[in-house]
């Protein structure tokens, strides 16, 4: 997990879905962070856009029990980069 | 409707605390200096329609920041909804009504608005398809037209009701009515009842100038002295409307439930009715709007001569007010009563309108002043209306007041309201 990712993460978090910074944290599941389950696919919308990234559904549902924060910014990480190596192959 | 049904009269029910987010001011005391004084809030506004060259129209805009209003439910809010937020929480504030002070299954929502969402969905869609950005898991609740109402149950935790009605330009006169129907069967106690519209978005402003409905504007210089002037309701020189956005809410309660809770009755609501024109799509009906004034009155159990101040549905336009004028001096008789609209200086506000314009009529009976028609120096001489204009009026004795609001699709929806009892 890239730091940067998950500092940016924190924020969106912390500013736009008022979440308590103490209460973030890489291990902590997104059914913990007292968000309902509209709110939490708004949040991952909100991430993607930040990175003007997509997170392919296939590879993460939110409301699924258990994924940490952490897993999400590896998998903003993951589409970080693929869509890197599309960029200089596409020119 | 055998003559039994059409004499019997209801029960009054109290109304404890109204509240306004308007083009003419945001609390009561402002509202009352602008309906009093005539002074009209419409301005000219350019449509944002890249590649497409239209007439700049008449609006009248509320001064009110959206982003500072927070949703119960944390869902963006609509800029209609984040207004009707606002009037029901001031409402509320004035009728004292707490948490503790009422029974939560008890307390119903009941609002009207004509496309609430619009302003979001269109934006919405604009940016999908001219930006190729996806809409958001929450566009459907923050634009589903039903949003106002379910964010205001949720704001007061009520569990007896929460009902959106879309009857167009009768849609929040229809909720109030309904609101007040639901208290006088012993259904509920108390409701927050009312509208809101903000719509002020280039489509369906571009929609409403296609129907030709909007006043058309003056070029140049001119231009916004015109927009100022552009409603001009029975005038002979009308020429249509200005589309308006606003939010209005009231605390109706039994009057029993007022009293028990030793709340302040501000006016009550004496009479209620609707009907259906059942002609045309748009096209009103004299006889449609006389037969719903009738039965308003017999809700009441008043005669037409008890009422002195009538807020009539007058848009301006030139079918519209001939017929509005034709249906008032058939039930009130020539110059029968006095007559003005609102709509000149606070503009068409579609499904917060009815809401309006009983609370504009709700602050004459108040101040026992009736409010001018603004922009307009002499009636249409075809018409045989004791038109208010000018100054307000003073009316010492002035005990009951109606409200007129009449939709496209033929929806008619006229409330009575009168002096509290003391």
Redesign the interface.
């Known amino acids: 997990m890239n730091s940067l990712t998950f500092d940016a993460i924190a924020a969106v978090l912390v500013e736009q879905f008022k979440v308590e910074a103490s209460a973030v944290g890489p291990h902590v599941a997104l059914d913990q962070l007292g968000l309902d389950s509209l709110a939490l696919m708004e949040f991952v919308f909100a991430v993607e856009d930040r990175f003007d990234v997509r997170i392919p559904e296939s590879r993460l549902d939110p409301r699924q029990a258990g994924v940490t924060l952490e897993q999400l910014a590896s998998l903003l990480d993951e589409a970080i980069a693929a869509k890197a190596s599309r960029d200089v192959v596409g020119g | 409707m055998s003559s039994a049904a059409r004499s019997r009269a209801g029960a009054a029910v109290a109304v404890s605390g109204a509240g306004v987010v308007s083009p003419i001011g945001n609390d009561l005391a402002a509202f009352d200096d602008a309906i009093f004084a005539g002074c009209s809030a419409v301005r000219a506004h350019a449509l944002d329609l890249p590649g497409i060259e239209l007439p700049a129209v008449p609006v009248a805009a509320a001064h009110f920041d959206a982003a500072s209003v927070i949703a119960p439910s944390?869902?963006p809010l609509d800029r209609g909804t984040a207004m009707a937020l606002v009037a029901a929480d001031d409402a509320a504030r004035q009728a004292g009504l707490g948490a503790g002070s009422f029974d939560a299954e008890r307390l119903g929502i009941f609002w009207g608005s004509g496309m609430a969402g619009a302003t979001t969905f269109e934006l919405t869609c604009r940016s999908l398809y001219a930006e190729q950005r996806?809409m958001?898991?929450?566009s459907v609740?923050t634009t589903m037209p039903n949003a106002p109402v379910a964010e205001i149950a949720l704001r007061f935790g009520a569990r007896g009701a929460a009902l959106a009605y879309a009857c167009a330009c009768a849609s929040s006169a229809v909720a109030i009515g309904e609101a007040m129907r639901a208290i006088r069967a012993g259904w509920i106690d108390v409701a927050i009842a009312g509208g809101s519209e903000s719509l002020l978005t280039p489509g369906v402003l571009a929609s409403w100038q296609a129907m030709r409905v909007l006043t058309p504007l003056a070029a140049g210089a001119d231009r916004e002295a015109s927009a100022q002037r552009a409603c001009r309701p029975f005038a002979a020189d009308r020429a249509g409307f200005a589309l308006g956005e606003a939010a209005a809410a009231f605390v109706i309660e039994s009057t029993e439930h007022a009293r028990a809770r030793a709340a302040t009755t501000r006016f009550e609501l004496a009479g209620y009715a609707t009907n259906c024109d059942g002609v045309h799509i748009t096209n009103p009906d004299a006889g449609g709007q006389a037969r719903a004034m009738r039965a308003a009155l017999g809700d009441a159990g008043m005669a037409p001569s008890a009422i002195g101040y009538l807020n009539a549905h007058g848009t301006a336009t030139m079918a519209g007010d001939a017929t509005e004028a034709e249906s008032i001096a058939s039930v009130f008789g020539a110059h029968g009563v006095p007559v003005s609209s609102t709509k000149a200086i606070h503009g068409h506000l579609l499904g917060a309108g009815g809401a309006i314009e009983l609370l504009a009529a709700s602050r004459a009976l108040a101040a026992r002043r009736l409010p001018p028609t603004g922009n307009v120096e002499r009636a249409d001489p075809a018409f045989a209306l004791d038109l208010v204009l000018g100054h307000a009026r003073s009316s010492a004795g002035l005990e009951a007041v109606m409200s007129n609001s009449f939709a496209f699709g033929g929806t008619n929806a006229v409330l009575v309201a009168t002096q509290p009892r003391r």
């Open positions: 944390r869902v996806r958001r898991p929450t609740v």
